[in-house]
């Protein structure tokens, strides 16, 4: 059932259940102190009124307490089951007269109060009052009677000690009924009392439930696709509003991660534009009218300059999204850092011997643990930054060193430097501090090398001054 | 027709101007945004095949720069096709917009319409007397029949036809027909004139002494 899956209708029930059951509780303990006092204070009186006939017999009164007997309920008369006369014939009673001070206590006339009567032994009555509506019966004494029988009267039998057995009872029929006034007035006032606390119970129900509600209203909008929404935080020291925070950092940070996703993939396909132009407009170009085999040779070596270009960038675009998924591996493998770089230097060489750019090396010994074939497609792709972007005649100083079990790789240039508005973007995917596509850059170099260093658990930086040359710091954690 | 080509990319700038070229446009090239604005602002082009991304100034400011001076038609030529870079451009001051990649033939078909717009022409046709002009086939008919031009010839026609009831001098045609690669020999126009005429019917062109040439 729906209902019950509900937390807001389940807590209700189980809110409406433990009140149902105090209110009982409470209701029953009351109707039952209620109960004890009526028959308390009609016990007394019958007590007294045993006393008061013991005395009229001139006997002494019971030992100990006055009665020895317990108070019992009877039906009324003639719906006992063996009711009936007593079959003998009773002995002419005795003469029995209430000493008159002590008449008021029974007024023998009206059915409804204080009854008697006086047995000798074995059940035979010798006296009884006029109202007595039981003197007949068999059996004095309470005996079990059918349950379903309603109890309208409450008697108590004394067994004096010379024999003689007092019986006093009167109806209890105006206590029955005041008591199920009672009984009647607790239950509604139970019903009034249980209405408001569930009411009041669904209302705190409700408003606990309500921020529960928002968060999964907006979390429902999320996920069908709108990234840009939030909770609303009112209360954010409350339990959920913390909740609410955490959620709303989560959607940033996925709404973040999208969104870069969504430009790097608008990036990609609009890098991918021109080289795809070049090629359109050269093979149209060629194909509009016969050409000689020379005109032929430019256009097919214009197309696969073209092509190459784009192999490039989808190679490093699949190297990119693989560092990105995780899924490229680096080994392990203990290295010399600084012979890594003395290769990469070497690589790079003849490169900068034809824009007439010196190397100045400063490499010590660094033990380093990682995959040092990455580590130089980084230190190759710094290099070559640092000479694209060098002044010709210029200088490119590279050291490494370790310090505090880190390794610590530096190369500055004496280049054109990075403007300060561009310097918080060079490490981004297809930045370029000049808005061109020439020189056949991807824009991704800085972008692959920051994410193979991090991958090696290390951290990359730039410091620059404009027309003063940039440095690069690389740094790796030296694990032995 | 004279039309200036800004653009980065060497490939596709030396096989747009051939093809334009071809297409019997004279055409000027810069490869980055300050050459790019000095020619567009020294030179009274038909229209401007303008980049985007370019080095040293990009289009947006050429195109910021150009319209305080001239309101040569420029068509924007970009990697970027979302609409609000669209909607940039066009509110720079932009006259058309064309994504790469892109084909030849639509370029063409978009650079016609922009000069014909921009000459204040609805259709392809010009029509002057016994003469009809199809700027988008670019032939010319003669009493209904098709008449064999040079594409400079053509360009002579369609320039003057365009201004119809102007006077176009022959500096204005000098700009228009060539390109600055080639030497302005004062003759050339001349024999381009005169074989227009042979044509077309000595009538065709008027020749204003000391002012140019013009269509009636």
């Not at chain 1, 040092?372 to 000479?387: C, G």
């Not at chain 1, 490490?427 to 920051?450: C, E, H, P, Q, V």
Request: aromatic share 6%; with cysteine.
């Amino acid at each position: 059932m729906k209902i019950f899956k509900s937390i807001k209708w389940r807590l209700q029930i189980w809110y409406g259940l433990i009140l149902v059951v105090m209110l009982a509780g409470f209701g029953f303990t009351a109707y039952q102190l209620e109960r004890g006092r009526v028959f308390g204070r009609i016990d007394d009186e019958l007590h007294r009124r045993v006393g008061v006939l013991a005395n009229a017999l001139r006997r002494p009164p019971p030992r100990g307490q006055i009665g020895n007997g317990q108070p019992f309920d009877r039906p009324p008369p003639g719906q006992f089951p063996d009711n009936g006369p007593l079959g003998q014939n009773p002995r002419p009673p005795r003469e029995f007269h209430l000493p008159p001070e002590d008449a008021h206590f029974f007024d023998t006339n009206d059915p409804n109060e204080f009854y008697y009567s006086i047995s000798a032994g074995y059940g035979k009555i010798v006296w009884h009052s006029d109202n007595d509506p039981n003197y007949d019966i068999k059996f004095l004494l309470a005996m079990s009677v059918n349950g379903s029988l309603k109890l309208t009267h409450r008697e108590i039998v004394n067994v004096l000690p010379s024999g003689e057995a007092i019986r006093v009872g009167c109806s209890i029929k105006p206590e029955l009924h005041e008591l199920k006034i009672t009984a009647l007035k607790l239950a509604s006032f139970g019903g009034i009392i249980l209405f408001i606390g569930l009411a009041g119970g669904w209302w705190l129900v409700a408003r606990a439930i309500k921020p529960v509600e928002d968060i999964s209203a907006t979390a429902v909008k999320i996920s069908a696709g709108d990234l840009s929404q939030r909770i609303n935080v009112a209360e954010a020291e409350s339990e959920l509003g913390k909740l609410a925070s955490v959620l709303n950092s989560t959607f940033a940070r996925l709404d973040a991660a999208f969104a870069q996703q969504k430009q790097f993939a608008s990036d990609a396909a609009h890098e991918l534009r021109t080289p795809v132009s070049v090629m359109l407009t050269q093979t149209q170009t060629a194909l509009n009218r016969e050409r000689s085999p020379a005109e032929y040779r430019e256009t097919l070596e214009a197309c696969q300059r073209a092509a190459q270009r784009m192999r490039k960038l989808i190679g490093t675009l699949l190297e990119l999204a693989r560092l990105d998924a995780g899924q490229e591996q680096m080994r392990q493998l203990k290295f010399d850092l600084s012979q890594t770089a003395r290769s990469c230097v070497e690589l790079v060489r003849p490169i900068a011997d034809e824009h007439g750019i010196k190397i100045h090396c400063e490499l010590s010994t660094v033990d380093c643990v990682g995959d040092s074939e990455r580590l130089a497609q980084v230190i190759t792709n710094l290099l070559t930054n640092a000479i694209q972007y060098n002044k010709p005649g210029g200088e490119i100083r590279i050291a490494a060193q370790s310090r505090d079990g880190t390794a610590i790789l530096t190369l500055s240039d004496t280049g054109v430097g990075i403007p300060a508005e561009d310097l918080p973007h060079v490490f981004k995917r297809f930045y370029r501090g000049d808005k061109s596509r020439t020189g056949g850059n991807t824009g991704l170099g800085l972008a692959i090398s920051k994410a193979i260093v991090e991958a090696h658990g290390g951290a990359i930086e730039v410091s620059s001054e404009e027309d003063a040359g940039a440095t690069f710091t690389v740094r790796l954690p030296v694990t032995s | 027709m004279r039309i200036l080509i800004v653009e980065d990319e060497p490939d596709l700038l030396r096989s747009l101007a051939q093809a334009l070229r071809e297409e019997g446009y004279a055409v000027d090239t810069a490869n980055n945004g300050e050459d790019g604005l000095f020619n567009a602002e020294g030179c009274d082009y038909d229209a401007i095949v303008l980049d985007v991304m370019l080095p040293k100034m990009d289009g947006w400011e050429i195109l910021k720069r150009l319209r305080k001076t001239k309101k040569t038609p420029v068509l924007m030529l970009t990697a970027r096709d979302q609409s609000r870079d669209r909607v940039r451009g066009l509110d720079t001051g932009a006259d058309d917009y064309v994504v790469k990649p892109f084909d030849l033939s639509e370029l063409f078909a978009r650079l016609r319409a922009l000069i014909r717009r921009c000459a204040n022409k609805t259709t392809n046709v010009i029509e002057l007397g016994d003469v009809k002009i199809d700027t988008a086939a670019r032939n010319v008919l003669h009493k209904e029949k098709p008449v064999e031009l040079t594409a400079r010839e053509y360009a002579l026609v369609e320039f003057i036809a365009l201004h119809r009831g102007e006077v176009v001098t022959r500096t204005q045609l000098y700009e228009h027909l060539f390109d600055e690669n080639e030497s302005s020999l004062s003759n050339l126009l001349d024999v381009h004139v005169s074989n227009v005429r042979k044509k077309l019917g000595a009538e065709f062109i008027t020749t204003r002494r000391g002012h140019g040439y013009c269509i009636e």
